[in-house]
């Protein structure tokens, strides 16, 4: 079993340049599932749900090829099958556009129910019930998702939570169904304007995606076509972040700095110098850390897959922070592992309370899910002396080759 070895204490400079984004490309693979043609995908990010991805898409007859490691030509004119029900496809969360992807291209779908990172309850009502608003019939029995539809119609939808997922599900859904679908109370986050413009290059008529109401008008059929995916912003806040902790200054390269706003001005707050370029963003930290309040939300809110990084940029602030987690009902389950590395959080509820330490102690720690594990690393590259990483499965799930692109901003970082 692989694990991270982190000696701590090195002040991180220079360039990172961030790879596409694992929540869009999640969805635009799956997508393609629904185009009639050869799609082109690039700056799709080298991880491992999009290789577990690929996978299953070619289990289902479509036929992936990469030209090098960030670009995949989908042919899904060959896919023959519906059924995507293999164990490790359940495992990661993403396996759920497989579900609208299928259940639009062939009025059926049998997919496994989805795993991905581990926060308490994480239900699919509300893609269910978008399929079935649609006309689906939709059923779970045991760990697989049956759908089927004679004909899916266009309808209006209201959405009970924000949700990313249901948000995105039910326009894959939606693209080659009769009539127009309205979505209401729709998420926003870059990921979901990214599928939209996918689908509309090859085809669809999506409006709206980025505002809570997206109205998709169906099409006869979508044709291929080639796409470049947006860069990752969740990675894109993890350098920052890291860049900060170190007291750094790093160019962190390739984004869309609009997409960091609520993360450029939470760092602000905490002292942290940043500027904006028109595809960069350069955070230089020196000065102590100021402590501050912070509460995930959905897009444009500060996002929730970045709250563990900044919980742990915050138990190196002078003073007491508070961290409110509104998006998840239990993502605070790796605060132990930190307070084994010195920090001072204590959690009640969805709501963590954080008086900041001057230094964190390396020790033995294990990733308990996907981000964080990264904030493990953020401690790591703080401490003093050696801190220990296990279950490293979950941080390869969405960073590309982390340790080479810390390595390359100084860190002392090897997998062992
Ligand atoms: C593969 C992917 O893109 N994963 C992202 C996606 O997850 P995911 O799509 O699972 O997250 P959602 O936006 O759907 O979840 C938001 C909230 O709504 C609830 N909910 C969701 C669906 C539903 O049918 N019923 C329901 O109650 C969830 O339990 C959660 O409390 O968005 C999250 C929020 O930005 C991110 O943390 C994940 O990285
Ligand atoms: C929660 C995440 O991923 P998933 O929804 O795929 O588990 C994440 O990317 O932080």
Redesign the pocket.
Known sequence: MSKLCIRGGKRLTGDVVISGA??AA??ILPAALLVDGICEIENLPYIK?VVLLTEAMQSLGAITSFEDKHTVKVDATTVYSYCATEESIGK???S??LIGALLGRFGKAEVAM?G??N???????????GFEALGANVEVRGETIYATAEKLKGTHIY??????????NIMLAAVLAEGTTTIENA?K?P?IVDVANFLNMMGANIKGAGTDVIRVKGVEKLQGGKYSIIPDQ?EAGTYMMAAAITGGEVYVRNIIPEHMESVSLKMREMGVEIEEGDDYIHVSAGKDLIATNVKTL??PGF???LQPQMTVLLSTAMGRSTMLES???NRFQYVDQLNNMGTNITVYGNKAEIEGVSQLQGSEVTATD??AGAAMILAGLKADGETYINEIKYIDR?YECVEEKMRALGADITRI
Request: hydrophobic letters at 35%; aromatic letters at 8%.
């Open positions: 694992k929540n999640v969805a749900d990661m969360r993403a759920y556009y989805p991905g990172c926060f308490g309850k994480r239900p699919i009502d509300q893609h269910i019930k959405l009970d939570v924000v949700s990313v997922g249901a948000t995105i998420a986050e990921h969740i959905p897009h996002p929730t897959d998006v998840f009902e996907l981000r969405g």
